[in-house]
């Protein structure tokens, strides 16, 4: 199933960067503070010596930018968005071959991507709209016109989200594009996924999907929301970081890479974060389900794929 996982455009950006006297180290992310944020202070404690910049943006957001800057980049590391988006833009990374790598419960041969997390994307229902009666208990429940009339079913736009970008593959992999064009139908179409997540937290939205570990957080915080792992499908994907091309700090962004590998780094990720970590030596979070128990499917399509076809669907 993990091996499956694996298989597995710069206009007005609007990205945030912290900023730093003199960057020794500058990273891309799509990763929110909440992710990042203990990862980022153990390094700190690591690396004292190391100062680091976060440039952050959604994932196709960041990845325009990277293109935008080949040659003369500015960023050393792209972290986080599935294993896909580095190996169909690979040109923009650097080979490395970390001593973690092989810790792994999936590498890339060539070393250009490092696997960070399994993440899994369940649906989020908002309980202030949808009643206990009208939970989906599936993927095939969303294509229902009852979404509409209880605030509407949400899906972040794959051009800009990493998470909209694998939950719409996958589907499409799985269900067929007919099937996507029947959940666009009347769907409101996010920015991000951030903003499909707090759309369905708030109430503004009835029903989308959620990154596990997020998900978890909210209940245990007793958010008005309920958290589905659908009978027929859960969409999934194995989370990635890599070297940029031309990093200019290339010798603190190897030790970067390699924190992250550690398995230290990867305790954190499961005991603050609440993610799966892709280490096959660090035991899941107990309040996540068993993969075994799942029907775990992951991207098919490309991006450039995915985000045409869709387009397509939203105007039909």
Do not use: C
Not at 27 to 33: A, L, P, Q, R
Not at 110 to 126: A, E, F, G, R
Not at 279 to 297: E, K, S
């Amino acid at each position: 199933m993990i091996k499956h996982l694996a298989a597995v455009a710069m206009g007005a950006v609007m990205l945030t960067a912290a900023t730093a006297s003199a960057a020794d180290l500058v990273v891309y992310t799509s990763h929110g503070e909440t992710t990042s944020g203990p990862i980022l202070d153990a390094f700190k404690t690591a690396h004292p010596d190391i100062n680091v910049t976060i440039v952050r943006g959604g994932t196709g957001e960041v990845v325009e930018r990277l293109r935008a800057e080949a040659g003369n980049p500015t960023a050393d590391i792209l972290w986080g968005g599935p294993t896909q988006t580095f190996e169909e833009n690979a040109s923009l990374f650097q080979p490395y071959e970390s001593a973690s790598d092989a810790d792994m419960v999936t590498l890339d041969p060539n070393h250009i991507w490092h696997p960070y997390t399994v993440l899994l994307q369940p649906i989020i229902v908002s309980t202030k709209r949808v009643s206990a009666d009208d939970m989906p208990a599936t993927q095939a429940d969303l294509v229902s016109a009852k979404w509409k009339d209880l605030g509407g079913l949400i899906i972040p736009d794959p051009a800009k989200s990493g998470t909209g970008y694998t939950i719409l593959s996958a589907l499409a992999g799985e269900n067929g594009w007919d099937f996507i064009g029947d959940l666009a139908t009347d769907a409101r179409i996010a920015p991000g996924s951030d903003d499909a997540f707090n759309a369905v937290r708030d109430g503004e939205a009835a029903v989308g999907w959620i990154n596990e570990d997020l998900g978890a957080k909210w209940k245990a915080e007793g958010l008005p929301i309920e958290v589905i792992y659908p009978e027929d499908a859960v969409t999934g994907q194995v989370d990635a970081q890599a070297i940029v091309a031309g990093a200019p700090h290339l010798d603190e962004a190897k030790a970067f890479i390699d924190f992250l590998g550690s398995e230290q780094s990867h305790e954190i990720v499961r005991d603050a974060t609440i993610r799966r970590s892709a280490r096959v030596d660090v035991t899941p979070p107990d309040v996540l389900p068993d993969l075994g128990t799942l029907n775990i499917v992951s991207p098919v399509d490309p991006r450039p794929v995915v985000v045409a076809r869709f387009q397509e669907a939203l105007n039909k």
